[in-house]
Protein backbone atom coordinates (compact mmCIF):
# COMPACT_ATOMS: atom_id res chain seq x y z
CA UNK A 1 0.00 0.00 0.00
CA UNK A 2 1.08 3.35 -0.95
CA UNK A 3 2.84 5.26 2.13
CA UNK A 4 0.22 7.90 2.46
CA UNK A 5 -2.36 5.64 1.79
CA UNK A 6 -1.29 3.65 5.31
CA UNK A 7 -1.15 6.94 7.18
CA UNK A 8 -4.93 7.22 6.23
CA UNK A 9 -5.68 3.69 7.46
CA UNK A 10 -3.43 4.00 10.51
CA UNK A 11 -5.49 6.90 11.61
CA UNK A 12 -8.78 5.24 10.61
CA UNK A 13 -7.48 2.50 13.37
CA UNK A 14 -6.92 4.85 15.57
CA UNK A 15 -9.97 7.37 15.35
CA UNK A 16 -12.68 4.69 15.09
CA UNK A 17 -10.99 2.25 18.03
CA UNK A 18 -10.96 -0.74 15.63
CA UNK A 19 -8.42 -3.14 17.84
CA UNK A 20 -10.83 -5.88 17.39
CA UNK A 21 -10.83 -5.47 13.80
CA UNK A 22 -8.78 -6.06 10.43
CA UNK A 23 -8.25 -4.47 7.55
CA UNK A 24 -9.97 -7.04 4.57
CA UNK A 25 -10.53 -4.32 1.71
CA UNK A 26 -10.14 -0.98 0.64
CA UNK A 27 -10.26 1.01 -2.83
CA UNK A 28 -9.61 4.47 -4.64
CA UNK A 29 -12.86 6.35 -5.76
CA UNK A 30 -13.52 9.12 -7.61
CA UNK A 31 -16.22 11.54 -7.10
CA UNK A 32 -17.10 15.16 -8.48
CA UNK A 33 -19.49 17.67 -6.64
CA UNK A 34 -21.92 20.10 -8.02
CA UNK A 35 -19.45 22.72 -8.35
CA UNK A 36 -17.77 20.35 -10.46
CA UNK A 37 -15.05 20.46 -8.19
CA UNK A 38 -12.97 16.58 -8.05
CA UNK A 39 -11.84 14.77 -5.18
CA UNK A 40 -10.92 11.28 -4.25
CA UNK A 41 -11.53 9.13 -1.56
CA UNK A 42 -10.29 6.08 0.23
CA UNK A 43 -12.76 3.32 1.56
CA UNK A 44 -11.80 0.69 3.81
CA UNK A 45 -13.89 -2.40 4.95
CA UNK A 46 -12.79 -3.83 8.28
CA UNK A 47 -13.54 -7.27 9.60
CA UNK A 48 -14.09 -8.27 13.23
CA UNK A 49 -11.44 -10.37 13.98
CA UNK A 50 -11.89 -14.09 13.84
CA UNK A 51 -14.50 -13.43 11.39
CA UNK A 52 -14.66 -15.12 7.65
CA UNK A 53 -16.09 -13.97 4.28
CA UNK A 54 -19.28 -14.92 3.46
CA UNK A 55 -19.53 -17.22 0.24
CA UNK A 56 -21.39 -14.65 -1.42
CA UNK A 57 -18.60 -11.90 -1.23
CA UNK A 58 -21.03 -9.91 1.38
CA UNK A 59 -19.36 -8.29 4.36
CA UNK A 60 -20.58 -10.08 7.51
CA UNK A 61 -22.29 -8.62 10.69
CA UNK A 62 -20.11 -5.83 12.22
CA UNK A 63 -17.93 -4.88 9.10
CA UNK A 64 -17.13 -1.60 9.50
CA UNK A 65 -17.43 0.52 6.20
CA UNK A 66 -15.54 3.48 6.03
CA UNK A 67 -14.76 5.91 3.62
CA UNK A 68 -12.20 9.23 4.13
CA UNK A 69 -11.91 12.10 2.16
CA UNK A 70 -7.85 11.49 1.28
CA UNK A 71 -6.80 15.65 0.50
CA UNK A 72 -8.73 16.54 3.46
CA UNK A 73 -8.54 13.95 6.21
CA UNK A 74 -12.44 14.26 6.64
CA UNK A 75 -14.65 11.24 7.13
CA UNK A 76 -17.19 10.86 4.32
CA UNK A 77 -19.21 7.66 5.69
CA UNK A 78 -18.53 5.00 8.67
CA UNK A 79 -21.46 2.34 8.75
CA UNK A 80 -21.28 -0.49 10.59
CA UNK A 81 -23.20 -3.82 9.22
CA UNK A 82 -26.10 -4.72 10.90
CA UNK A 83 -25.97 -1.86 13.13
CA UNK A 84 -23.42 -4.03 14.99
CA UNK A 85 -20.27 -2.88 16.26
CA UNK A 86 -16.85 -4.18 18.72
CA UNK A 87 -15.02 -0.48 17.87
CA UNK A 88 -14.33 1.55 21.08
CA UNK A 89 -13.26 5.08 19.42
CA UNK A 90 -16.39 7.18 18.71
CA UNK A 91 -18.58 6.75 22.14
CA UNK A 92 -20.44 9.49 22.97
CA UNK A 93 -20.70 10.59 26.71
CA UNK A 94 -24.74 11.16 26.06
CA UNK A 95 -27.35 11.51 23.34
CA UNK A 96 -28.51 15.03 23.65
CA UNK A 97 -28.22 16.91 20.66
CA UNK A 98 -25.79 19.49 21.68
CA UNK A 99 -23.29 16.73 21.74
CA UNK A 100 -23.86 15.04 18.91
CA UNK A 101 -23.81 18.66 16.55
CA UNK A 102 -20.59 19.58 18.68
CA UNK A 103 -19.23 16.45 17.43
CA UNK A 104 -20.26 16.76 14.08
CA UNK A 105 -19.29 20.49 13.57
CA UNK A 106 -15.67 18.81 14.70
CA UNK A 107 -15.79 16.36 12.02
CA UNK A 108 -16.92 18.44 9.26
CA UNK A 109 -15.68 21.82 9.50
CA UNK A 110 -19.47 23.13 9.57
CA UNK A 111 -21.08 25.45 11.66
CA UNK A 112 -24.64 24.58 12.93
CA UNK A 113 -27.24 26.68 12.19
CA UNK A 114 -25.48 28.28 9.44
CA UNK A 115 -24.44 25.60 7.19
CA UNK A 116 -26.55 22.38 8.88
CA UNK A 117 -29.77 22.39 10.64
CA UNK A 118 -31.63 20.10 12.62
CA UNK A 119 -34.64 17.92 10.37
CA UNK A 120 -35.44 15.05 12.33
CA UNK A 121 -34.11 13.68 15.85
CA UNK A 122 -35.59 10.44 18.04
CA UNK A 123 -33.70 8.49 20.62
CA UNK A 124 -29.89 7.74 19.39
CA UNK A 125 -30.96 9.14 15.79
CA UNK A 126 -30.05 12.15 13.88
CA UNK A 127 -30.81 13.98 10.64
CA UNK A 128 -29.51 17.31 9.56
CA UNK A 129 -30.00 19.15 6.08
CA UNK A 130 -28.04 22.35 4.56
CA UNK A 131 -29.00 25.43 4.91
CA UNK A 132 -27.49 28.86 5.12
CA UNK A 133 -28.42 30.69 7.83
CA UNK A 134 -31.51 28.49 8.85
CA UNK A 135 -32.48 28.46 5.23
CA UNK A 136 -32.89 25.61 3.23
CA UNK A 137 -30.11 25.23 0.67
CA UNK A 138 -30.85 23.45 -2.93
CA UNK A 139 -29.64 20.84 -3.90
CA UNK A 140 -30.14 19.69 -0.21
CA UNK A 141 -27.16 18.14 1.56
CA UNK A 142 -27.77 16.06 4.65
CA UNK A 143 -26.27 14.35 7.71
CA UNK A 144 -27.26 11.26 9.11
CA UNK A 145 -25.99 9.89 12.66
CA UNK A 146 -27.16 6.85 14.44
CA UNK A 147 -26.00 5.58 18.08
CA UNK A 148 -26.75 2.18 19.78
CA UNK A 149 -27.87 1.86 23.73
CA UNK A 150 -24.57 2.22 24.37
CA UNK A 151 -24.09 5.72 23.02
CA UNK A 152 -21.67 3.72 20.43
CA UNK A 153 -21.71 5.37 16.64
CA UNK A 154 -23.51 2.82 14.33
CA UNK A 155 -23.46 4.98 11.30
CA UNK A 156 -22.42 8.28 9.73
CA UNK A 157 -23.10 10.03 6.51
CA UNK A 158 -22.42 13.41 5.50
CA UNK A 159 -23.81 13.64 1.48
CA UNK A 160 -23.18 16.71 -0.22
CA UNK A 161 -23.37 19.58 -0.98
CA UNK A 162 -23.27 22.15 2.49
CA UNK A 163 -22.97 25.70 1.00
CA UNK A 164 -19.64 27.70 1.69
CA UNK A 165 -19.74 30.90 2.37
CA UNK A 166 -17.88 32.61 -0.41
CA UNK A 167 -21.00 31.08 -2.57
CA UNK A 168 -23.68 32.54 -0.67
CA UNK A 169 -24.89 36.09 -2.87
CA UNK A 170 -27.03 37.64 0.39
CA UNK A 171 -30.87 39.03 0.16
CA UNK A 172 -33.39 39.57 2.19
CA UNK A 173 -36.27 37.78 1.44
CA UNK A 174 -38.77 39.86 0.00
CA UNK A 175 -41.49 37.82 -2.25
CA UNK A 176 -45.36 38.10 -0.73
CA UNK A 177 -47.59 35.96 -2.67
CA UNK A 178 -49.92 38.90 -3.63
CA UNK A 179 -47.13 40.62 -5.97
CA UNK A 180 -46.66 37.77 -7.76
CA UNK A 181 -50.37 36.51 -8.88
CA UNK A 182 -49.32 36.45 -12.78
CA UNK A 183 -46.36 34.10 -12.11
CA UNK A 184 -47.89 32.40 -9.71
CA UNK A 185 -51.01 31.91 -12.14
CA UNK A 186 -49.29 30.54 -14.30
CA UNK A 187 -47.56 27.73 -12.56
CA UNK A 188 -51.65 26.13 -11.60
CA UNK A 189 -51.83 23.61 -13.84
CA UNK A 190 -54.53 20.42 -15.21
CA UNK A 191 -53.04 17.71 -14.56
CA UNK A 192 -53.90 13.39 -14.57
CA UNK A 193 -54.28 12.62 -10.86
CA UNK A 194 -54.08 8.78 -10.67
CA UNK A 195 -55.69 6.47 -8.37
CA UNK A 196 -53.50 3.75 -7.72
CA UNK A 197 -56.25 1.66 -5.79
CA UNK A 198 -59.28 2.20 -8.27
CA UNK A 199 -57.45 2.56 -11.15
CA UNK A 200 -58.69 5.53 -12.40
CA UNK A 201 -57.28 8.75 -13.38
CA UNK A 202 -59.34 12.17 -12.46
CA UNK A 203 -58.19 15.94 -13.71
CA UNK A 204 -57.01 17.76 -11.10
CA UNK A 205 -55.65 21.61 -11.25
CA UNK A 206 -52.12 21.69 -8.60
CA UNK A 207 -49.05 24.02 -8.95
CA UNK A 208 -45.88 22.69 -9.79
CA UNK A 209 -43.20 23.19 -7.81
CA UNK A 210 -40.75 25.63 -8.50
CA UNK A 211 -38.56 28.29 -7.39
CA UNK A 212 -39.20 32.10 -7.30
CA UNK A 213 -36.02 34.63 -7.31
CA UNK A 214 -36.20 37.01 -4.84
CA UNK A 215 -36.38 39.71 -7.76
CA UNK A 216 -39.51 37.75 -8.74
CA UNK A 217 -39.07 37.58 -12.53
CA UNK A 218 -37.75 34.31 -13.12
CA UNK A 219 -39.05 30.96 -12.42
CA UNK A 220 -35.92 28.13 -11.75
CA UNK A 221 -36.93 24.19 -11.92
CA UNK A 222 -37.28 22.22 -9.24
CA UNK A 223 -35.76 19.56 -10.69
CA UNK A 224 -32.66 20.94 -11.84
CA UNK A 225 -30.44 19.81 -14.99
CA UNK A 226 -26.67 18.65 -14.41
CA UNK A 227 -24.44 21.62 -13.40
CA UNK A 228 -22.44 21.09 -16.45
CA UNK A 229 -25.10 20.27 -19.05
CA UNK A 230 -24.79 21.83 -22.24
CA UNK A 231 -28.43 23.44 -23.12
CA UNK A 232 -29.35 22.40 -27.47
CA UNK A 233 -33.42 22.52 -27.29
CA UNK A 234 -33.39 20.96 -30.31
CA UNK A 235 -36.45 19.49 -32.06
CA UNK A 236 -35.25 16.49 -33.34
CA UNK A 237 -36.83 15.83 -37.48
CA UNK A 238 -35.56 13.11 -39.86
CA UNK A 239 -37.32 12.35 -43.58
CA UNK A 240 -35.70 9.18 -44.02
CA UNK A 241 -34.95 6.22 -41.98
CA UNK A 242 -31.58 5.63 -40.56
CA UNK A 243 -29.50 2.40 -41.71
CA UNK A 244 -28.14 2.94 -38.14
CA UNK A 245 -28.54 -0.63 -36.21
CA UNK A 246 -28.53 -0.20 -32.02
CA UNK A 247 -27.29 -2.94 -30.73
CA UNK A 248 -27.52 -2.70 -26.33
CA UNK A 249 -24.30 -2.57 -24.64
CA UNK A 250 -23.93 -3.13 -20.58
CA UNK A 251 -23.58 0.29 -19.12
CA UNK A 252 -19.93 -0.63 -17.34
CA UNK A 253 -18.45 1.65 -15.52
CA UNK A 254 -14.68 1.73 -15.07
CA UNK A 255 -12.37 3.52 -12.37
CA UNK A 256 -8.88 2.30 -12.64
CA UNK A 257 -8.04 4.93 -10.43
CA UNK A 258 -3.43 5.27 -9.81
CA UNK A 259 -2.28 6.29 -6.49
CA UNK A 260 -0.76 8.87 -8.89
CA UNK A 261 -4.18 10.16 -9.78
CA UNK A 262 -6.11 10.30 -6.62
CA UNK A 263 -2.57 12.12 -4.89
CA UNK A 264 -2.73 14.81 -7.97
CA UNK A 265 -6.07 15.51 -7.38
CA UNK A 266 -6.37 14.87 -11.76
CA UNK A 267 -9.63 16.34 -12.60
CA UNK A 268 -12.52 13.58 -13.76
CA UNK A 269 -12.87 13.54 -17.00
CA UNK A 270 -16.89 14.13 -16.71
CA UNK A 271 -15.28 17.71 -15.83
CA UNK A 272 -14.29 18.13 -19.23
CA UNK A 273 -16.21 20.49 -21.30
CA UNK A 274 -18.42 19.04 -24.35
CA UNK A 275 -17.35 20.54 -27.24
CA UNK A 276 -18.55 21.75 -30.61
CA UNK A 277 -17.69 18.27 -32.55
CA UNK A 278 -18.94 16.35 -29.85
CA UNK A 279 -22.35 18.15 -29.56
CA UNK A 280 -23.08 18.16 -33.26
CA UNK A 281 -22.03 14.32 -33.12
CA UNK A 282 -24.26 13.65 -30.73
CA UNK A 283 -27.20 15.35 -32.19
CA UNK A 284 -26.32 13.05 -35.10
CA UNK A 285 -26.12 10.24 -33.30
CA UNK A 286 -29.74 11.07 -31.30
CA UNK A 287 -31.05 11.40 -34.76
CA UNK A 288 -30.52 8.17 -36.03
CA UNK A 289 -31.25 6.34 -33.03
CA UNK A 290 -34.40 8.06 -32.85
CA UNK A 291 -35.21 7.19 -36.44
CA UNK A 292 -34.53 3.59 -35.94
CA UNK A 293 -35.70 2.52 -32.61
CA UNK A 294 -38.58 5.48 -33.14
CA UNK A 295 -38.97 5.93 -36.28
CA UNK A 296 -42.96 6.97 -36.33
CA UNK A 297 -41.67 10.27 -33.49
CA UNK A 298 -40.36 12.46 -35.87
CA UNK A 299 -40.33 15.99 -34.51
CA UNK A 300 -41.75 14.45 -31.24
CA UNK A 301 -39.05 14.79 -28.97
CA UNK A 302 -36.88 17.74 -28.14
CA UNK A 303 -32.99 17.37 -27.56
CA UNK A 304 -33.05 19.55 -23.89
CA UNK A 305 -29.70 18.65 -22.63
CA UNK A 306 -26.15 16.80 -23.13
CA UNK A 307 -23.55 15.94 -20.25
CA UNK A 308 -20.81 13.63 -19.16
CA UNK A 309 -21.26 11.25 -16.76
CA UNK A 310 -18.99 8.13 -15.92
CA UNK A 311 -17.11 8.53 -19.05
CA UNK A 312 -20.30 8.51 -21.47
CA UNK A 313 -21.64 11.91 -23.07
CA UNK A 314 -25.51 11.49 -21.83
CA UNK A 315 -28.26 13.23 -24.32
CA UNK A 316 -31.46 14.13 -22.41
CA UNK A 317 -34.57 14.58 -24.09
CA UNK A 318 -38.29 14.83 -23.65
CA UNK A 319 -41.51 14.50 -25.57
CA UNK A 320 -42.77 17.56 -26.93
CA UNK A 321 -46.84 17.57 -26.39
CA UNK A 322 -47.15 14.71 -23.77
CA UNK A 323 -50.33 13.72 -23.59
CA UNK A 324 -49.75 12.32 -20.17
CA UNK A 325 -49.58 15.09 -17.83
CA UNK A 326 -48.70 13.46 -14.53
CA UNK A 327 -46.22 15.88 -13.39
CA UNK A 328 -43.53 13.51 -14.52
CA UNK A 329 -42.64 14.38 -17.91
CA UNK A 330 -41.88 11.46 -20.55
CA UNK A 331 -38.26 11.72 -20.42
CA UNK A 332 -35.44 9.87 -22.78
CA UNK A 333 -31.94 9.11 -21.51
CA UNK A 334 -29.49 8.34 -24.22
CA UNK A 335 -25.82 6.77 -23.18
CA UNK A 336 -22.77 7.86 -25.84
CA UNK A 337 -19.73 6.42 -25.92
CA UNK A 338 -17.70 9.68 -27.80
CA UNK A 339 -14.81 8.01 -28.15
CA UNK A 340 -16.16 5.06 -30.16
CA UNK A 341 -19.36 7.70 -31.47
CA UNK A 342 -22.12 5.35 -31.12
CA UNK A 343 -24.89 4.84 -28.65
CA UNK A 344 -25.19 1.83 -26.29
CA UNK A 345 -27.64 2.04 -24.12
CA UNK A 346 -31.27 4.23 -23.27
CA UNK A 347 -33.67 4.81 -20.75
CA UNK A 348 -37.35 5.40 -21.27
CA UNK A 349 -39.24 6.35 -18.50
CA UNK A 350 -42.22 5.43 -20.65
CA UNK A 351 -42.64 2.81 -18.23
CA UNK A 352 -44.39 4.50 -15.39
CA UNK A 353 -46.85 6.09 -18.26
CA UNK A 354 -47.38 2.42 -19.27
CA UNK A 355 -48.80 1.94 -15.45
CA UNK A 356 -51.97 4.21 -15.74
CA UNK A 357 -52.19 3.41 -19.59
CA UNK A 358 -55.37 1.09 -18.61
CA UNK A 359 -56.78 3.43 -16.12
CA UNK A 360 -60.12 4.59 -16.83
CA UNK A 361 -60.87 8.11 -16.94
CA UNK A 362 -63.40 10.05 -14.70
CA UNK A 363 -65.72 13.08 -15.36
CA UNK A 364 -65.01 16.04 -17.46
CA UNK A 365 -63.21 19.20 -16.47
CA UNK A 366 -65.64 21.69 -15.82
CA UNK A 367 -63.63 24.43 -13.94
CA UNK A 368 -61.57 27.20 -15.33
CA UNK A 369 -57.84 27.63 -14.54
CA UNK A 370 -59.00 30.93 -13.21
CA UNK A 371 -61.95 29.55 -10.75
CA UNK A 372 -59.41 26.83 -9.62
CA UNK A 373 -56.32 29.07 -8.70
CA UNK A 374 -58.99 31.06 -6.53
CA UNK A 375 -59.73 27.71 -4.75
CA UNK A 376 -55.90 27.23 -3.99
CA UNK A 377 -54.56 30.84 -3.50
CA UNK A 378 -55.52 30.31 0.23
CA UNK A 379 -53.22 27.20 0.39
CA UNK A 380 -50.26 28.70 -1.50
CA UNK A 381 -46.76 28.70 0.51
CA UNK A 382 -43.79 30.58 -1.13
CA UNK A 383 -40.85 29.94 1.32
CA UNK A 384 -37.39 31.01 1.09
CA UNK A 385 -34.50 28.97 -0.24
CA UNK A 386 -30.88 29.54 -1.03
CA UNK A 387 -30.47 27.73 -4.76
CA UNK A 388 -27.30 26.99 -6.23
CA UNK A 389 -27.32 28.21 -9.75
CA UNK A 390 -24.92 26.60 -11.56
CA UNK A 391 -24.36 29.25 -14.13
CA UNK A 392 -23.80 32.06 -11.55
CA UNK A 393 -21.56 29.60 -9.57
CA UNK A 394 -23.76 31.12 -6.48
CA UNK A 395 -26.66 30.31 -4.46
CA UNK A 396 -29.30 32.35 -5.12
CA UNK A 397 -31.73 33.57 -2.54
CA UNK A 398 -35.64 32.05 -3.80
CA UNK A 399 -38.93 31.09 -3.30
CA UNK A 400 -40.06 27.94 -3.28
CA UNK A 401 -43.51 27.71 -4.38
CA UNK A 402 -45.85 25.03 -2.82
CA UNK A 403 -49.26 23.84 -2.36
CA UNK A 404 -50.16 20.79 -0.71
CA UNK A 405 -53.89 20.11 -1.95
CA UNK A 406 -55.18 20.27 -5.43
CA UNK A 407 -59.05 20.82 -7.05
CA UNK A 408 -60.75 18.27 -8.29
CA UNK A 409 -61.53 19.60 -11.83
CA UNK A 410 -64.94 17.70 -12.27
CA UNK A 411 -66.40 18.76 -9.16
CA UNK A 412 -64.55 21.86 -7.46
CA UNK A 413 -63.72 19.56 -4.60
CA UNK A 414 -60.49 19.65 -2.39
CA UNK A 415 -57.99 17.07 -3.51
CA UNK A 416 -55.67 15.87 -0.59
CA UNK A 417 -52.36 14.46 -2.08
CA UNK A 418 -50.79 11.43 -0.85
Not at 320 to 325: A, E, G, I, S
Amino acid sequence: MDDRLQRIVDEIYEKFGLTSYVLKRHHLDRQVDCFQNTYYTLTTEWFPLGVEEPEDGSNPTGTAVIEVNIHTKRVCSAVFVQETTYADGVQFPDQRLDTIVSWIEDETGLTYGEQFCLEKEEPGNYLFYSCWQGIITSPVGSIKVKLNSDNCLLFFSIIEPFPLKELIERDTFMLEIDQLEETIYKQCLLLDYPDMNHETITPIYGFEEVYITNKGKETVSIIQAHPASVVIDYIVTWDTLSPFSYREEELLVKQDITVEEAWSKEPSPDTKLITEEEKLEAIKLTRQFLSNLYNEDSGRWSLKTLHRENGFILATLNLVNDPFQLGIPRKLVIFINAEQQKVINYIDNKFFQDVFASYERIGNVKLSQEEAYNLLKPYITLTPRYVYQSNLKKYVLCGKLDCDIGINATNGKIQYFD
